[in-house]
């Protein structure tokens, strides 16, 4: 994954302005276990999520989506169960994946560590989607060229 449309992982806020708009809500949040402070823009109405980095000049590193129209591979994801979904990812050369239980939260989160991406459930119900930068195995970043 490069980020979202032609808005690609590294973009600025400009970048992100210009694309969608102004955001409903902006706010920033630390990292659990990590020193720095991500920037978030909320964009409510459409159902997404942009996140900067701080310590990275604030260059765009995440997206999350809620938007019941959003389409993964030429297929919309939100009418999709969880087999539907890790199908999808294989097919698409995704095949590794982990799945891990929020009791707590009443959350199913099914994650695809090559492609960055991880599906959140609540129940049988595709609740959410989140796509992050790619990073080699020594954690540098791999951005979009």
Not at 95 to 110: A, H
């Amino acid at each position: 994954m490069t980020g979202f449309g032609r808005v690609k992982f590294g973009a600025t806020q400009q970048d992100v302005l210009e694309y969608f708009g102004e955001p409903q809500e902006k706010d920033t949040i630390d990292v659990e276990e990590e020193i720095h402070e991500v920037v978030v823009w909320n964009y409510w109405e459409l159902g997404h999520a942009v996140y900067f980095e701080k310590e990275l000049n604030e260059v765009c590193t995440n997206f999350e989506t809620d938007n019941e129209e959003a389409v993964l591979f030429g297929e919309k994801v939100f009418g999709l169960v969880q087999d539907q979904i890790i199908a999808l990812m294989a097919k698409n050369g995704f095949k590794e994946y982990e799945v891990e239980d929020d009791d707590e939260m009443d959350e199913r989160i099914v994650f695809f560590p090559d492609a960055h991406m991880q599906f959140v459930f609540e129940g049988e119900l595709l609740a959410l989607v989140s796509w992050a930068v790619p990073m080699d195995d020594e954690e540098n970043i791999l951005w979009p060229k």
